[in-house]
């Protein structure tokens, strides 16, 4: 049989609360699962979103200042009042069509293959996040908790 | 020789990481030498089925694409 490669590890932070900023991380680390790279995700700030129980319906895609939407909408239709429900309306309309998971199937996949969420504690504060605002399961801590599993990663990311 | 296939998946309509997710699910429940066949219709899926089998020691024996429908063999390393 052919030789196994070494080992890896890879950990990511996820920044960013919109729905097509969700995805990136989610879908490396239910992948990194699929090949037996331990993976962690700390999200903070905006990405804290990610994390919400209700993350099917509060996050969204901002048609404004978006020039790289599909079909892209101009500054001053995007600012009128429902465009980003309109824009992520279609968004989702995309992703069931094409078959792509739904953000809390994904998060699902990292749970059930043991990818290791944390919360930054630090910004579930500052916005005043509850702990039963976000999903069960995931851990809390800061930086230096990120830092313990970025400093023995092979692959570390930013979305 | 036909191959002798032991569970057959259908990821068909399914995108990027699923197919992928789906068949480490199923190769996990066969034992070494037994043979997984996955039909997927995400063209990406044969670079990654590819990649996925070399990173896993996992052995793509044959693919076939028909109609946007593609066919892997995989055997369990």
Request: aromatic share 6%; net charge neutral.
């Amino acid at each position: 049989m052919e030789k196994m490669p070494e080992q890896k590890k890879m950990s990511i932070i996820a920044i960013h609360g919109t729905l097509d900023m969700a995805y990136p991380p989610l879908i490396l680390a239910s992948t990194a699962a699929t090949l037996d790279i331990p993976t962690t995700i700390f999200f903070t700030f905006y990405g804290l979103n990610i994390l919400r129980k209700d993350a099917t319906t509060s996050l969204k895609v901002a048609p404004l200042g978006n020039p790289a939407m599909p079909m892209p909408v101009p500054n001053i239709i995007g600012a009128i009042p429902g465009m980003t429900n309109m824009a992520t309306y279609m968004m989702k309309s995309m992703i069931k069509k094409h078959g792509v998971a739904t953000i809390p199937e994904l998060i699902s996949l990292c749970q059930e293959t043991g990818v290791k969420l944390i919360a930054c504690q630090m910004t579930v504060d500052l916005f005043g996040f509850k702990k039963e605002d976000l999903i069960d399961g995931i851990d809390y801590g800061g930086a230096a908790m990120y830092m313990e599993d970025a400093s023995t990663s092979d692959i570390t990311l930013a979305f | 020789m036909p191959l002798n296939i032991s569970k057959t998946l259908d990821a068909s309509g399914l995108g990027c990481p699923l197919p992928i997710v789906k068949t480490k699910k199923e190769i996990d429940n066969l034992s070494s030498g037994q043979i997984l066949e996955v039909i997927s219709t995400d063209p990406g899926s044969k670079n990654d089925m590819t990649a996925w089998c070399k990173r896993t020691g996992n052995e793509l024996i044959e693919f076939a694409e028909q109609g946007g429908k593609f066919q892997f063999y995989v055997k369990k390393g």
